[in-house]
């Protein structure tokens, strides 16, 4: 494009306003949008938490299954230099995003040979919805395009720097071009540290050195020695990783397993359908990876890319039009192949090519102007305003749906985990002497975990099942949006409960309360048993009673001592032995305590667990004596826990009797 060359100077000032933009976008307002803390976010803070205290410093993070590492790693510098807050999580993503941006340059500038062609997909990629979003993640996918980048920018300049250096006669691959074959390997192996979807790099490279290859017999004889400095650096630095990988195969497909959709060839067709129209038609519905239903391109953009596309086919005889083309649907398989299609986040590794195709399709228009209209004629004049004006359109397109559309969605309250966050942050501001509560949502939740900052707390879903503290002072973080019971029966078993702060949702509706419990708590069972059961647990009592084909069972569980048997309660009715099944449970419920939530190797001494059991009674129950008794057992033997009465005298069949009764 002659009449869109421009100068050194030129071109250093334009890509510095572009990447002023970038940072604009990517940085304004990270400290609040998005809002809270996500919990595949909160993972990467308290894994970053453990690798500055010495705790995990692994090649490869198991939880949350399994991760790769250097999201970790970066996180955990970038906490060590400003501080331990969700904003230095998304501030290591919006630096990966804004580089990405240079190194696109980069790239451009060697495929395109062209500074305004290079400029032209630096700002694409600057405003691309899609990629500012991803930018202010503090997630993992966003590394993938900046190391992906990285490495093809040093491949392509390396593979093209000999025909625009060699002298006459000078040998094919200069000491400058096979360090950059060695920078290329470097970032080439890096990908496969940063997300899964990278898995398809190796496949992209792979084809696309094939095609070339194949289009160009001399193509290998000029820059095979390069290539295999490129290969051998690229398998070194993968080789820790790699070698992980060979030995723990199980953890390497654990998180692919979990999401690839069905192989059938409708299923990927479908998918193959889905992921062509989020370019145009509708994208990804993840309100944390976008705008609802928002298509990758806005009109202007699209417009770009369809005449990209046409561009690359029509010169497919050309370097670049087989490696964008090929970018474009390696990259975009990651999404193909696996279950809610479109995913943005792991088609992430195309964003680079998106940008690249925009700027090569408006290259081909206005170079298609230049050899039609004379350099002075007003429509050529225009045309290059129109495409500042529709950049423009773009960016503030971008702008407007992020900040006012996107940042005001009061949904943002549950997809970011606010309210836990803001719950855990509260609780961990407590006084010290206070013993924790949380219900129901469980402690082991990263956004929980990172809100606490080490802070010690016991999570239980009191929706089943309720703890009371030993005789200390309590305070209990309550989602009373979800649990709308444990509030009200902390208030009828404690003399004083005092609600010392409350969270509201962004429609101003309650969310989440906490509770203060001071003094001895006020518990009466109907039914008095005080039977010890293996000297860890005693159950002192019980509630009875019965609603028309339910019977209701309150226990009272007392946590004498600290035990790390798992045992399931059991509550039977029995009786005559029943002729249809051959035993005499005629009802029963068995479960661990909690419902799960709060199994007894988490008990401590001194807490009371109140929990509620529910026995429905047959149809064809005949008139007669019943017992209703409770115990506990070992769900994988079978065994149950010894149960003893005060003195110490065993209990018959190991069970407690709590009621006999006559029934129907």
């Known amino acids: 494009m002659k009449s869109l060359r421009v100068t050194q100077r030129q071109t250093y000032l334009a890509l510095f306003a572009i990447l002023l933009l ?16 996500h919990y595949d976010e909160a993972f990467k803070g308290v894994v970053a938490r453990q690798i500055l205290a010495g705790a995990d410093r692994s090649l490869f993070f198991r939880e949350n299954f399994t991760e790769e590492p250097m999201m970790m790693y970066a996180t955990a510098l970038a906490f060590a230099f400003i501080g331990e807050t969700p904003w230095a999580i998304r501030l290591v993503s919006a630096l990966a995003g804004i580089a990405t941006i240079a190194a696109l340059y980069a790239l451009a500038r060697a495929l395109f040979r062209s500074r305004a062609l290079a400029l032209l997909a630096a700002f694409g990629l600057a405003i691309l919805y899609w990629h500012v979003n991803f930018s202010r993640l503090g997630m993992e996918p966003i590394l993938t395009p900046l190391m992906l980048t990285l490495a093809m920018g040093f491949l392509i300049r390396s593979l093209r720097e000999p025909l625009a250096h060699q002298r006459p006669g000078a040998a094919v691959g200069g000491r ?25 790099v190796p496949v992209l490279v792979a084809a696309w050195l094939g095609v070339e290859t194949l289009a160009d017999q001399t193509f290998w004889t000029r820059h095979g020695r390069g290539l295999v400095i490129c ?85 497919i005889h050309r370097t670049e039009a087989r490696l964008l083309l090929l970018w474009l649907g390696v990259m975009t398989l990651p999404s193909v192949l696996t279950d809610y299609a479109p995913h943005f986040g792991r088609s992430i590794g195309a964003t680079p090519a998106i940008a690249l195709v925009v700027a090569y399709g408006f290259g081909a228009i206005l170079q298609t102007l230049e050899r039609r209209l004379p350099a002075a004629d007003r429509r050529r004049v225009a045309a290059y305003c129109l ?73 239980f879903d009191g929706r089943r099942v309720l703890v009371v503290p030993p005789a200390r002072p309590a305070a209990y973080g309550i989602v009373t949006r979800e649990d709308a019971r ?28 906490i509770a203060r419990v001071r003094g001895a708590p006020h518990l009466a069972p109907q039914v008095v048993v005080r039977a010890r ?17 339910r019977i209701l069972i ?53 807490e009371i667990v109140i929990e509620e059991y529910q026995l429905t009674l047959p149809a064809d129950l005949p008139r007669g004596e019943y017992t209703i008794e409770m115990g506990m057992y070992i769900l994988e033997t079978g065994a149950r826990a010894r149960v003893v009465d005060t003195r110490g005298a065993p209990m018959e069949s190991d069970r407690v009797v709590l009621k006999r009764i006559t029934l129907p």
Not at 533 to 549: C, Q
């Open 22 to 37: 970038a940072a604009c976008l990517r940085l304004y307002r990270l400290d609040a949008l998005p809002p809270g803390l």
């Open 176 to 200: 400058r071009s096979l360090v950059g074959f060695a920078l290329a390997g470097v970032f080439l192996g890096a990908t496969q540290y940063t997300y899964k979807a990278a898995l398809f």
């Open 231 to 315: 290969a051998l650096v690229a398998v070194l630095v993968f080789a820790p990783l790699g070698l992980y990988f060979a030995a723990h195969p199980g953890e390497f497909l654990e998180r692919p397993s979990t999401v690839t959709a069905t192989t059938s060839a409708a299923s990927i067709a479908e998918n193959a359908l889905k992921v062509a129209g989020m370019f145009f038609v509708r994208g990804d519905e993840n309100p944390r990876s976008n705008l609802p239903g928002r298509p990758t391109l806005d009109p202007f953009l699209a417009l770009g890319f369809v005449a990209g596309l046409v561009a690359c086919v029509a010169r």
């Open 387 to 459: 495409l500042l004006a529709g950049l423009a359109f773009s960016t503030f397109a971008t702008a407007r749906d992020y900040f006012a559309v996107w940042g005001t969605r009061t949904g943002l309250f549950d997809s970011f985990d606010v309210g836990y966050l803001a719950l855990a942050e509260k609780l961990r501001a407590r006084p010290a002497d206070e013993t924790l509560y949380l219900s129901p949502v469980a402690e082991q939740h990263y956004t929980i975990q990172f809100g606490l900052a080490g802070r010690a707390a016991r999570s």
């Open 486 to 513: 444990s509030l009200a029966r902390l208030e009828a078993i404690f003399p004083e409960v005092r609600v010392v702060g409350t969270i509201r949702d962004y429609l101003g509706n309650p969310y989440a309360a």
């Open 533 to 549: 059961l293996d000297d860890a647990i005693e159950l002192t009592g019980a509630d009875v009673t019965r609603e028309g084909k």
């Open 554 to 606: 309150t226990a009272y569980w007392s946590c004498r001592a600290e035990t790390r048997t798992d045992y399931t309660v059991f509550a039977h009715l029995v009786g005559a032995r029943n002729p249809a099944t051959g035993s005499p449970v005629w009802a029963q419920e068995d479960t661990r305590p909690g419902r799960g939530s709060y199994p007894t190797p988490r008990w401590r001494a001194g």
